[in-house]
């Protein structure tokens, strides 16, 4: 089983270092999110239908909701990723040549090579959360300078030149997708609600989007997990019921497949950076 080597959580989004043994299912983010790879057999991740290998010498770079997944192979053999997931706005605030992160494609290049400066970043910030450092302010500053590094390097700091296509009905969809919370509603009633059948929402939704709406409302589930898990006053059986899981193995599969992690380990191994 994957395991969670530590789990930082601050206003910069969530940084993961996870030893890994098994696979990911299609899924997206609306953070920018970068996969380096910390020790292990190279592996491949499948970002918009390529396979993209994680070696020493490369970062993989995924936008803003770009589906992704990770298929292991090697058997019982582990590689351990160093996984940002990182808040637009956060990284917009830090230089207004950044704005463009949260839209279109910030990353022009999936697959990049580290330099020396990138790779003594990835190796000090892989040692940190792997020993447990707890200087809050040295961390913060290390996952700053090897983000900003990436998108002085890697980043697109125009306005994206191709947008996705916006249509009233789709908007509307998201909109009731994003009212429903953590629990999300049925598909069909969104499609009919957004007036459109199924068939004809499933490809409007992702010509829109770049997305299908079940892995848009997974997504919305998986941050809506996230935040439930961090609230230690609430047990997990609480938290899989409130997110709509008919029971609680339900909501380990769903968030393993999507986080590489379960939900009692990822609460026991997170910590918090003011």
């Not at 940084?15 to 997206?28: G, I, K, Q, R, Y």
């Not at 390097?153 to 994003?178: C, E, F, K, S, W």
């Not at 019921?241 to 009692?264: M, V």
Request: glycine letters at 8%; proline letters at 5%.
């Amino acid at each position: 089983m994957t395991q969670a080597l530590g789990i930082l959580r601050g206003a910069f989004g969530r940084v993961a270092l996870l030893d890994m043994d098994t696979s990911l299912v299609d899924h997206a983010h609306h953070h920018c999110h970068v996969i380096l790879k910390a020790s292990g057999p190279d592996q491949d991740f499948i970002v918009a239908g390529r396979a993209l290998p994680v070696r020493d010498d490369t970062a993989i770079l995924i936008n803003s909701w770009e589906p992704h997944r990770y298929l292991h192979r090697g058997g019982l053999q582990r590689t351990a990723f160093l996984a940002l997931y990182i808040e637009p706005a956060w990284l917009a605030g830090i230089d207004r040549a950044f704005r463009p992160c949260g839209a279109g494609r910030f990353f022009e290049g999936s697959c990049v090579p580290l330099d020396g400066t990138l790779w003594r970043a990835r190796e000090d910030l892989v040692r940190r959360i792997g020993c447990h450092d707890t200087d809050a302010a040295t961390l913060e500053d290390r996952i700053r300078a090897l983000i900003i590094a990436l998108a002085h390097r890697y980043g697109d700091r125009q306005p994206p030149r191709v947008a996705l296509l916006t249509n009233h009905r789709i908007r509307r969809a998201l909109q009731l997708m994003g009212e429903s919370g953590a629990v999300p509603r049925d598909l069909d009633t969104v499609a009919r609600s957004a007036g459109l059948s199924r068939p004809h929402f499933n490809t409007l939704f992702r010509r829109c989007t770049g997305l299908s709406p079940a892995v848009y409302a997974n997504a919305v589930r998986v941050e809506a997990a996230v935040a439930a898990i961090l609230d230690p006053a609430t047990t997990l059986a609480v938290v899989s019921d409130d997110l709509g899981f008919s029971a609680p193995a339900n909501f380990t599969r769903f968030f393993q497949q999507h986080t590489g992690t379960i939900p009692s380990q990822f609460r026991r191994v997170v910590a918090e950076l003011p």
